[in-house]
């Protein structure tokens, strides 16, 4: 089992940064692809970004490319989303993810995180 925990959220203006973070514990998840996922108030939740299990790969997005920076740590069973610039649209609840595969869907990965707040006013 892997668990996982995010942090780094909260109320910020447009324009701003932020930095997720999402701590996994049980299992090491340097084996796993993992993920970026959101979900707005009565929104589907949609991809972000996601990282191959070396790091060496990311996918983001396109509503996010070129703001957003997805990274990991394996040696600190960690991952990292990079939010600059952000915008009124990117409010929502972000949650981390791992999955076995390469996936941009949610049916895709295997463990969640229970998420953190993501408020951004104009």
């Known amino acids: ?17 932020l930095r997720l973070s999402c701590a996994a514990s049980g299992r090491t998840v340097s084996s796993f692809a993992m993920g970026w996922f959101r979900q707005a108030p009565g ?12 790091g060496g790969y990311t ?3 396109d509503s996010v490319k070129g703001r957003f920076t997805i990274s990991r740590d394996n040696a600190k069973n960690a991952v990292y989303l990079q939010m ?7 409010t929502a609840v972000y949650y ?11 049916k895709g990965y295997s463990y969640w995180g229970q998420g953190t ?3 951004v006013s104009s």
């Open 84 to 90: 600059n610039s952000l915008k009124p649209e990117d």
């Open 96 to 106: 981390c993810a791992a999955s076995s595969y390469y996936s941009t869907q949610p």
């Open 43 to 54: 929104k589907e939740r949609d991809f972000v970004a996601h990282i191959i299990s070396s």
């Open 59 to 61: 996918y983001y997005a």
């Open 1 to 17: 089992q892997v668990h996982l925990v995010e942090s780094g959220g909260g109320l910020v203006q447009a324009g701003d940064s």
């Open 117 to 119: 707040q993501v408020t």
